[in-house]
């Protein structure tokens, strides 16, 4: 059984930078692609970016091109997104999820992480 | 961006009833839309994907239907754990993009 695990909750100062990371363990890894997707407090979901770890580019939302970055380590199945130029507004839960085997890519996500509580104060 | 347009945003229902959500997309996505269910301090699940297949392990008392630009997510009867906030989403064109929820609240 496929589980993503994220990593823990940060608190950032505003202009700093945040990575975060996801395990994947249970499953293949490489051959489907796993997306950030972030809610902030009371909101609803909004996709940042993916990335399908064999392949190794990132496709990013154009709201956060230029300050989001995705990358895959297919050594320990982990996946980070680092997210640049830190505002309050990034304040949020960011979830990774993986793609559906039976669908195309970004098509929808079957598996996501806990989630990771992410504060800009 | 396609835009995803849920309707209603709340609804009231009981247990036992039949609660229709609809989806309406910006443009014509054929049936590259998925729907999910949030609990308050949870993870989102997948319920629906491809409009109408059901996810692995989800209650056949959901069902999705449409194509084209109108999808609903209809639960019926239903239950207690029902009680969420749902979410369609397309995965028509890049970037995929969500709904803005439906609450479904005890009446």
């Known amino acids: 059984q496929v589980q993503l695990v994220q990593s823990g909750a940060e608190v950032k100062k505003p202009g700093s930078s945040v990575r975060v990371s996801c395990k994947s363990s249970?499953?293949?890894?490489?051959?489907?692609?796993i997306n950030w997707v972030r809610q902030a407090p009371g909101q609803g979901l909004e996709w940042m970016g993916g990335i399908i770890p064999v392949l190794g580019t990132g496709n990013y939302a154009q709201k956060f091109q230029g300050r989001v970055t995705i990358t895959a380590d297919e050594s320990t199945s982990t996946v980070y997104m680092e997210l640049s130029s830190l505002t309050s507004e990034d304040t949020a839960v960011y979830y990774c999820?993986?793609?559906?085997?039976?669908?195309?890519?970004?098509?929808?996500?079957?598996?996501w992480g806990q989630g990771t509580m992410v504060t800009i104060s | 961006d396609i835009q995803m347009t849920q309707s209603p945003s709340f609804v009231s229902a009981s247990i036992g009833d039949r609660v229709t959500i609809t989806c309406r997309a910006s443009?014509?996505?054929?049936?590259?839309l998925a729907w999910y269910q949030q609990k308050p301090g949870k993870v989102p699940k997948l319920v629906i994907y491809a409009a109408s297949s059901l996810q692995s392990g989800v209650p056949s008392r959901f069902s999705g239907s449409g194509s084209g630009t109108v999808f609903t997510l209809t639960i019926s009867p239903l239950q207690p754990e029902d009680f969420a906030t749902y979410y369609c989403q397309q995965g028509d064109s890049m970037p995929p993009t969500f709904g803005q929820g439906t609450k479904v609240e005890i009446k």
């Open positions: 443009q014509d996505i054929s049936n590259y």
């Open positions: 999820a993986r793609d559906h085997p039976m669908v195309r890519g970004f098509e929808a996500f079957d598996i």
């Open positions: 249970g499953g293949t890894f490489s051959s489907f692609g």
